[in-house]
């Protein structure tokens, strides 16, 4: 796919023209603190704005609205005449369009898809409203909270990773010969974004996506609270394994946990799953 890679001072048709058609047919991720913060914009809980609006183990919204643009469904959350019934929560995803955001080199880069700036097939109208640099419209949509949430979500992403090496490499099972434990990572990777939250045990899958955290304030409390949630809970479970069995349903499933949780910033979990395999063939 073509990208075009934007320089923040780089001056687009970037305000929008509220025609809501970029609310219809998409594809939003959730990462567990938009989960949270959606929920109460919704005045839900997380657990009840998840089983009624969002699917693939509760990291992408449903588009199960009304087909009101190019025959493709409306976002759960869009309302007709309206817009979005959730803006001061909606997720980063929605703050960036039609902007997309790369992490490469541990630098942010801002990216459009194909040649041509999309909105101008959709939404023509909006070469006819003032133009803003992307810095100005990331300002606007005031992402740097949510673009600080998806950084500290991708570093919990490699900690889980991590401990499913660690579970393979330090416990002697590699160096029993298994080679099980890697397959099973790289088939998790494979999945289907339907399949692999099926894979994972309910409680490790309420733990990732609806922890019990009392107050959200912002995404680096959340997730810090969040990972030690799921740090107290993987030395509970995996602090004292002894069988080659035991290490490999625990690797396993800690690396498909880390594979759910980097669907959930939009990371791609083959290249992913690939690339942490090929990383421990090198190790053996
Ligand atoms: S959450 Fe709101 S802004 Fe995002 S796609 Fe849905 S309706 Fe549109």
Known sequence: M??????????????????????????????????????????MTPKEFSSE??????????FNGESQFKNQ???SQYIENFGCSVHLGRPLACRLYPLGRKIQNEE?????????????????????LPQMTVGEYLKDQSTKTYESGQDIYLELVQQLADIAFELYLDSGLAASGNKTTIDNWEKFGLLSPEELPKSIREDWLKELIIPEIKEIKNPIEFATAHSQ???????????????????????????AV???????????????????????????
């Open 229 to 255: 949630i799921l740090f107290g809970k993987a030395q509970t479970e995996f602090g004292s394994l002894t069988t080659l069995d035991e290490l490999e349903n625990a690797s396993t499933l800690i690396m």
């Open 108 to 128: 942010a880069h801002y990216i459009h898809e194909g040649k041509e700036f999309p909105c101008l097939a959709d939404c023509p109208t909006v070469t006819e």
């Open 258 to 284: 880390a594979l759910q949780l980097a669907r959930s910033i939009g990371a791609d979990a083959k290249g992913l799953s690939e690339h942490w395999v090929e990383t421990a063939k090198g190790h053996l």
């Open 2 to 43: 073509i990208t075009t890679k934007l320089q923040l001072e780089d001056s687009l048709p970037l305000t929008c023209s509220r025609a809501g058609t970029c609310c219809h047919g998409k594809t939003v991720f959730l990462n567990p603190w938009e989960l949270a913060n959606i929920s109460k914009e919704k005045k």
């Open 53 to 62: 609006f969002c699917e693939w183990g509760g990291i992408k919204l449903k």
């Open 73 to 75: 469904s409306a976002c």
